[in-house]
Every structure is written in C-alpha cells, then in structure tokens.
C-alpha cells in the first residue's frame, strides 16, 4: 500500500515538474516558431520582430521585453516582412511608462523614419531601471508597441511558476494526511514499531 502511494506521489511529482519547467522553455527567446515568438509585432498585415542585446552584461543573450540590466542597450528590430523595408520606419523609446497609462513619459531615444532596405533598423540606448514603451512606426500604417521592462521582478510570471510546485505540496499533503488516517497503515507502522 505504501510503496503503491509512493509510486504515485513520485509519478505526480515528474509531471508536475514537467509542466512547471515546459512552458518557460516553450517561451524562450529563440526557441520557437516566428508566429509564437513573444518578439514578434504586426505593424498593419506585417511582421516585426524586436531583440534588444547588452553584451557587457552577457555577450552573447537576446533578450525581447524583459532587460535585465541597467546600462547601453542594442536595440534591434527586424522587418520580417519586405513591404516594409521599402517604406520608412521610425522607432521612439518612452520612459515612464506604466503598463495602463503614460505617466511623465520622456522620450530616451528617437530614430526618425527612414527606408530600411537591409531589413534592419538598429540603435543604442542608455536604460535605466524602470518600464519603458519601444513604439515602431511605418508609413501609413497603425504603430506597433512593446512595454519593456528593466531590471524589474514580473511578479505575476513569479506568481505563476510557483503554481505547480504549490499544488504538488498540495496534494502530497492530502495524499500523507489520508494515508496517516488509513487503518492498514496504522496497524504496519505498529507492527513495525513493535519488532
């Protein structure tokens, strides 16, 4: 009976743990398809795809919407699709932003739209700690938006990977707690204690 319990605690545990860390991987920078890339912004019917880079922080990661660290920051965005590079495209970086409206927003940095053939439209910028709008824009198109966050603790993604391993507590709580009210266990736990 027991060692049928512990194989199932130890079979909810794997899957628990499977499903905690799945989703953080699936949602990892680079590591999915462009349609369920968390980078990726339509600006009218097109793609764009942002990454920012702060390489004297950590030479080689890409970071999209969470930037880890204060400092120069290489701002890059992608147009995935060609209409767009033959028409003008203009980036403007907010500071103060807050996730339901613009408090004191400061422009940090502005590059004026211009004809991007290559595809790319790069820049630099000095962030500091704090929330940040990243607004693309296109030519006789609506603008696209992405809320940066910099050096800044999401509490709501805190929030929900701790949901997994809260439940599986839960449960093996539940599962110890009815199997310490169980006669059978109770009688080999004396028998034990009695040899």
């Known amino acids: 009976m027991i060692k049928y319990a512990i194989r199932i605690n130890l079979l909810i545990l794997a899957v628990v743990l499977g499903t905690v860390s799945g989703p953080s991987t699936a949602a990892a920078h680079g590591n999915v398809s462009i349609e369920d890339d968390i980078c990726v912004r339509r600006i009218g019917g097109n793609m764009v795809h942002f990454s920012a880079y702060q390489p004297q ?3 080689k990661a890409q970071y999209c919407t969470e930037i880890p660290d204060v400092g120069d920051t290489f701002l890059v965005v992608d ?6 590079r033959n028409m003008p495209v203009g980036v403007k970086i ?4 807050n996730e339901n409206e613009q408090d004191e927003a400061k422009t940090v940095a502005y590059w004026k739209p211009i004809s991007h053939p290559d595809g790319i ?3 630099e910028a000095k962030l500091e700690k704090g929330l940040y709008k990243l607004i693309i824009t296109a030519e006789g198109l609506s603008p696209s938006a992405y809320l940066l966050r910099v050096q800044q603790v999401d509490y709501s993604k805190l929030g929900r990977s701790a949901l997994g391993p809260l439940a599986l507590l839960l449960v ?3 599962v110890g707690y009815e199997l310490s009210k169980s006669n059978r266990v109770r009688g080999w736990l004396a028998a034990r204690r009695r040899s």
């Open 57 to 59: 922080i950590e030479p």
């Open 94 to 97: 907010i500071q103060g932003v």
């Open 121 to 123: 439209v790069r820049g």
């Open 79 to 84: 147009l995935v699709d060609p209409s767009l």
């Open 172 to 174: 093996l709580g539940v």
